[in-house]
């Protein structure tokens, strides 16, 4: 059943048992097997069932997970890598049990280049924390995922969210990666100059392998500008193929939004309900600008001839900062709003993300799936990257419903597949989109399992996750 | 001896002569053993020996690559991807010998997908044939590394250039691969979602493999937006310390720089000679600005102040498209300028980058270096983006100032690498550069030697380039 379809793999108790016994005498009390935590940290904020792992270690530094790495490698432990436990796709569960390694005491800000813009960092930083911790200096560090997610995670599922539309995703972002490999080696990906063409680029194969190819224990990102002027509006649209046409228009006209996000007439119900934004219900886009003031005004300006154009409302500007915080603050609250729509229901997280050009045609015909699947469906979206969450509320309790939304959520993901798009914008493949991969790639999902085999011939790190070698 | 520090590798003649007979059968004319077309395939550009292939071949297609590559993968014989020849590292060499196959002829562009802001070309394109083809669609290929490289070509070496400092290097803007692996396999790497977390990066392994992973057939660039205005600047200096400062400030300031490029006080007396310049001869940034017309105005305004501050001199405006091009034109043709400082001497490329704080210091280290190694080494350089190229002339009949330039060009890289930055920005490892791959990642280096034998357990893509196998 494709909702819980994560499979176990055969559990190597002997091995585990030793293990838990070596580490425990190293680490002390920052190791710990209890219930509660175990449970913590296999919870998967979704739709996955948990699969606990062991024992949980605390490590502080780079040294001490080579030492909990070489261990569990001597007895083919399984390693799960925790950032936050903010992942979507059941990241952390321990389909084989083993040890997760809690990264968040690892929370250093190293060193913060200023002239060079850029960071390093531990990798249980979380970006709210480096950002409070930047507040001084002028700049910022813009990914943001909505959650508050630690940056060694989201540099493992390549992390994007609302303004990578500017930015980039943390494929841009990451300038390179101390990781502790499956044996137990520590390697550096690349020094910091902004750019390089010495050898493979080790640092991309790292950010986006979920932790399955070694475990990220420092790494340095991108930081830029707090921009001279932030403005942010929210334009109304008679339907969601005008929006999706408005956002394809100013991508194309290279407006450099910020953020350009859709919330469909369901989602905005959701938002006012929860967050009081007493906006009319109907799709709706919530855009920002950055620059100088001079040209956050013009950008706003092309945007709004543009938006006018596909029968846009007047635009309801935000530019007091508290309004523009409480605009965002709405936007990431979503989900939680989403699930007032159904008390009770579970929410599926989906992550289409297509080509700009179908993304009117991949939204609509979404959409109208999940009315003729009699779906609760409401729909957010990073639509400057073609990105949308299509976010079904389900009674778990009900088979038919279960039926009826596994077989949307299959044609939604080959529609973005069909469409020249990807089954996972930014969330990952995890256990959840494991059976996708092969779909979406075909015979290069071979060349990612030579990869992992590679570096990981035993399957310790992170096993069960993104590529199947089972 | 560094100056020629590429090895020999025994070659497979058996299965060298078995190939070609079976290639020339199925392309007839399109597979040729002339000398002049394999000195001309393996021509270097630089110091580097030339060594030659036993054949080249021309197909029109992947599944003509396909082909080919399945036959040398039978009779284990090396294949040597060749796009417009124009690489600075060796990289079309042939240690042991084998196929050299010319993508030139597949220069067909798929499809233009103005909505997508990318398009999809053969491997033979080349960046000005693409530009020219953009023509009347508002849209232009930024990556700009001064020849008119294939695109193919520029993706394998993760080239960049004078642009990236904006638009980023073919890292940023190579969306996805269709490449034929060592053992004949197609493979796709992604589609052409803007962004996707879905597994391993393959797009970004292939990025920059220089052809040692496999044969890049087809690819999907990013494209953008002609901007509204474009405005060009010339400031000179007192020091090329002050040119560095401005630099650096400019970035730090977040001034969305379109290019900006140091050329110190030899480059201009060479770019004013062999192209009519007519600059004082001192320190210089040649700058450019995109944007709108209020924004590129007020970037410039940003950028003569800061450069003020550093003792700049007033500007010399370039808004004149042709004068524009005029001064690009002299900076493209930089290294052929370079060359009449000593005539008959033999122009030595290097490439190192830096974080960009640590830009003038490295600079100013190598310029001492080299007065003090009585070496004649102009410099020009990215500076947006912390890479120089200081270029020195050499008599190479003068064994005793061989000795001299090796041993600076040794403290360069080492330079480089200490100062946490890179011996290749633009130009790659290729085989010039192969023994610093160590120096630079340590044992991230045998990690990069497994992804080669995982892919090419023969050897045959490219062989002896990037990393050590042998």
């Known amino acids: 059943m494709a909702l819980a379809d994560i499979i176990s793999l055969e559990k190597n108790q002997t091995g585990i048992d030793s293990v838990v016994g070596i580490l425990k005498q190293r680490f002390g009390e920052r190791l710990q097997t209890s219930q509660s935590l175990l449970e913590q940290h296999s919870h998967t904020t979704t739709y996955l069932p948990s699969q606990l792992p062991d024992a949980v270690v605390f490590p502080h530094s780079s040294g001490e997970v080579q ?24 990241g952390v569960n321990a389909p084989a049990g083993g040890i997760s390694v809690d990264l968040q005491q690892m929370d250093k800000i190293i060193a913060v280049n200023n002239e060079d813009l850029d960071c390093v960092v531990q990798p249980g930083v979380t970006r709210e924390a480096l950002n409070i911790h930047l507040r001084d200096t002028g700049l910022f560090f813009p990914i943001d995922p909505g959650a508050n997610a630690s940056l060694g995670g989201m540099a493992a599922t390549r992390a994007s969210g609302t303004n990578a539309v500017r930015y980039g995703t943390m494929r841009e972002n990451v300038i390179n990666i101390t990781a502790i490999l499956p044996d137990g080696r520590l390697i550096k990906t690349a020094n910091r100059a902004k750019k390089s063409a010495a050898g493979y680029d080790m640092t991309r194969l ?64 959701a938002c006012n309900n929860y967050s009081d934004l007493g906006f009319e219900e109907a799709p709706t886009l919530f855009v920002e600008f950055h620059g100088s003031e001079g040209g956050v005004k013009e950008q706003a300006e092309l945007f709004g001839d543009i938006a006018k154009e596909f029968g846009g409302a007047e635009f309801n500007w935000v530019t007091a900062t508290e309004d523009r915080n ?9 989900a939680y709003a989403m699930a007032t729509l159904r008390p009770g229901a579970q929410m599926i997280a989906t ?51 279960i039926e009826r939304v596994e077989a949307f959520i299959d044609r939604l993901n080959n529609r973005a597949i069909s469409m020249d798009g990807t089954c996972t914008g930014e969330h990952g493949i995890g256990q959840g989109k494991r059976r996708y991969l092969r779909q979406e790639y075909g015979d290069t999902a071979d060349l990612m399992i030579a990869i992992k085999k590679s570096f990981d011939p035993d399957n310790i790190m992170n096993p069960g996750k993104v590529v199947s070698l089972e």
């Open 67 to 90: 030492e909990i790495v070489k261990t569990c490698a001597e007895y083919k432990v399984p390693i799960i890598p925790f950032g936050t436990g903010t992942s979507l796709e059941g």
């Open 206 to 269: 790292l950010v986006g392998a979920e932790g399955t190819l070694g475990i990220i224990t420092e790494l340095t990102v991108k930081l830029y500008g707090i921009p001279e002027a932030v403005s942010a509006a929210v334009c109304q649209f008679p339907s969601v193929e005008a929006a999706c046409n408005t956002t394809i228009m100013a991508m194309q006209s290279g407006i450099p939004m910020a953020r350009i996000e859709l919330l469909d007439k369901l989602a905005i119900r």
């Open 326 to 334: 409480r605009l965002w603050k709405a936007r990431h609250n979503a």
């Open 351 to 401: 992550d289409a993300c297509v080509p700009i050009s179908r993304l009117a045609e991949c939204v609509v015909e979404t959409m109208k799936d999940a009315a003729d699947s009699q779906l609760i469906a409401p729909i957010v979206g990073h639509v400057g990257d073609g990105n949308f969450h299509v976010t079904p509320l389900v009674d778990i309790s009900d088979p038919d419903e």
